[in-house]
C-alpha cells in the first residue's frame, strides 16, 4: 500500500493518509464542510446531523463525507445545488428543535451553529418547520457547569467525551426519535449520578447545551449577575 | 416506582439467573433484557442496574435502549391494563383525546403505573378493528368507540371490580353500565 492518496477537493489537490475520511481530510486542508456529530477517532460515525454531504465524481448522489474514505484519484466536490439543499433542509430541522436565545446562550459568537449559518448563508430564523419550542429543566446540578437540554443539537460529542476520553459512562441517548435526549441514568441530576464532573463534555460541546458556570465552583451563591 | 416487599430479593434472583446462563457479552444485552422482563413483568432500575454491571456495560446505554424500544416497560404492569389505540384510523378520530382522558382518570402518564399498581396505561399501534375507532384494549377486552365519557364508564366500571374484590362481597347486580 503507498503512504498516500491523492483526491482533489474543489480543484485543490490533496495528499491524503490512506484510510482517513473525507470530512476531516478537507477539513485538514482548510476546505470548510459543516459537521456536527462526526469524531476524528471514531472509526465509524453515527452520521446523524446531516450536515457533511459532498458530491464526488462516480456517485450518483450526494454522500456523508464523515463516512467516506478517501480512496486515490478521487474528485470531490463540497458544493452543488443538490448539497446545498440537504445541508438546509438538515439544518434547519436541527434549528427548529433548538433554542435560539443567542443573546442569553453563553455560547454566543462562538457557536457551531452560527458558524454553519454564517458559512452556507443559511438563516438561524427561518419559518419552513415549525420550532418545537419545548420545556426542559436546566441541569445546574453540577458545581462548575450546567446542562440545557433546550440548545442541545443531539450531536453526541459529549458522549463520546464521557466514555472514551473520560472514561466514566454517566451520559447517553434515551428515547427515540423527537424525544431524544442526553441524559443519565433514570435520568437523575448529573451532580447525583455517576458522573465526575470532569468537565470534558462541556469542552465536547459545539453549542451553549452544556456550558461553564460563571461564578466561582466553592461560591455556591454568590450572587453576581 | 417504589419496590413491592420482597420484591427487591426477587429482581436479584431474577437478574441472577438470567446472567448465569447469558455469555456476559455487550451483544447479549437485549436478550437478557428481554428474559429478565419475562420474569419481572418489567425492568425495574435495581434489575437495569444490575444487567448493566453483569454485562459491564454503562447502566446509561442500558437505559438508553430500554427507552428506545417499545417493547421493554419501566414500570410494572397494572393489575388492569389499558391500552390505547392510535394507529391512523383510531388517531384521526380523536385516539390522543381518549389517550389524555386515561391519563387524567387515572392521574399518571401513558407508560406508566399508578402508585397502587392497579392501573397502567400504555399506547398501541392499530390492533386490527380501525372500524370500532377509536380503540381501547381493557385487560384484553376490545372497547370500540371510546369517547371521554366511555372512558369514565370504563374506569367506573373497573373501580366498581376493584371495590368488588376488597370487600368480597357479591350482591348480585349487573355492571350498570347503561349511560
Ligand atoms: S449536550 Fe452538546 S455535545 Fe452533548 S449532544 Fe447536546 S449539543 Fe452535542
Ligand atoms: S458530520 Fe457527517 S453526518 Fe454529521
Ligand atoms: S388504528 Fe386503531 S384499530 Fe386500527
Known amino acids: 500500500m503507498s503512504e498516500y492518496v491523492t483526491v482533489k477537493i474543489d480543484g485543490q489537490e490533496i495528499k491524503a493518509k490512506p484510510g482517513e475520511k473525507l470530512l476531516w481530510v478537507a477539513l485538514d486542508n482548510d476546505i470548510y464542510i459543516p459537521h456536527l456529530c462526526g469524531i476524528r477517532s471514531e472509526e465509524r460515525s453515527n452520521a446523524s446531523c446531516r450536515l457533511c454531504f459532498v458530491e464526488i465524481e462516480g456517485i450518483p448522489r450526494p454522500v456523508t463525507s464523515c463516512t467516506k474514505t478517501v480512496e486515490d484519484g478521487m474528485v470531490v466536490i463540497t458544493r452543488s445545488e443538490r448539497v446545498d439543499r440537504l445541508v438546509k433542509t438538515a439544518f ?66 459529549c458522549i463520546w ?5 473520560a472514561k466514566v ?16 441514568f433514570k435520568d437523575l441530576p448529573l451532580a447525583e449520578s455517576i458522573c465526575t464532573q470532569c468537565m470534558l463534555c462541556v469542552e465536547a ?19 453576581k449577575s | 416506582m417504589q419496590l413491592l416487599e420482597g420484591e427487591k430479593e426477587q429482581i436479584l434472583a431474577s437478574v441472577d ?32 442496574e444490575k444487567i448493566a454491571e453483569g ?12 427507552t428506545f424500544y417499545n417493547q421493554f416497560r419501566l414500570n410494572p404492569p397494572g393489575k388492569h391494563q389499558v391500552k390505547v389505540c392510535l394507529g391512523t384510523a383510531c388517531y384521526m378520530v380523536g385516539g390522543d383525546i381518549t389517550l389524555e382522558s386515561f391519563e387524567r382518570r387515572m392521574e399518571i402518564r401513558e407508560g406508566e403505573t399508578s402508585l397502587d399498581r392497579l392501573y397502567s396505561l400504555e399506547r398501541v ?18 372497547e370500540g368507540k371510546v369517547t371521554p365519557t366511555r372512558v369514565d364508564g370504563i374506569m367506573l366500571a373497573l373501580q366498581d371490580e376493584e371495590k368488588k374484590s376488597v370487600t368480597e362481597q357479591e350482591p348480585n347486580q349487573g355492571r350498570g353500565e347503561d349511560s
Open chain 2, 125 to 142: 399501534a392499530c390492533v386490527g378493528c380501525c372500524t370500532m375507532a377509536p380503540v381501547v384494549v381493557v385487560d384484553e377486552e376490545v
Open chain 1, 92 to 157: 434547519e430541522l436541527i434549528l427548529s428543535d433548538h433554542n435560539l436565545k443567542c443573546r442569553e446562550c453563553p455560547a454566543n459568537r462562538n457557536c457551531v451553529l452560527q458558524v454553519i449559518a454564517k458559512k452556507r448563508k443559511i438563516k438561524l430564523r427561518h419559518d419552513r418547520f415549525k420550532p418545537i419550542a419545548r420545556e426542559y429543566e436546566l441541569d445546574d446540578s453540577p458545581a462548575g457547569f450546567a446542562f440545557d437540554r433546550s440548545r442541545c443539537v443531539l450531536c453526541g460529542q
Open chain 1, 169 to 184: 459512562g454517566a451520559i447517553g441517548f434515551t428515547k427515540r426519535g423527537i424525544n431524544r435526549v442526553v441524559t443519565t
Open chain 1, 205 to 223: 460541546c459545539p453549542v451553549g447545551a452544556l456550558f461553564y458556570k460563571k461564578k466561582e465552583p466553592h461560591t455556591a451563591t454568590a450572587d
Open chain 2, 17 to 48: 439467573e438470567v446472567l448465569k446462563n447469558s455469555s456476559k457479552l455487550r451483544e447479549d444485552l437485549i436478550p437478557t433484557l428481554q428474559k429478565v422482563q419475562a420474569k419481572l413483568g418489567y425492568l425495574p432500575a435495581l434489575a437495569m
Open chain 2, 55 to 66: 454485562l459491564n456495560v454503562p447502566a446509561a446505554d442500558v437505559y438508553g435502549l430500554v
Open chain 1, 161 to 165: 467525551a464521557d466514555r472514551e476520553e
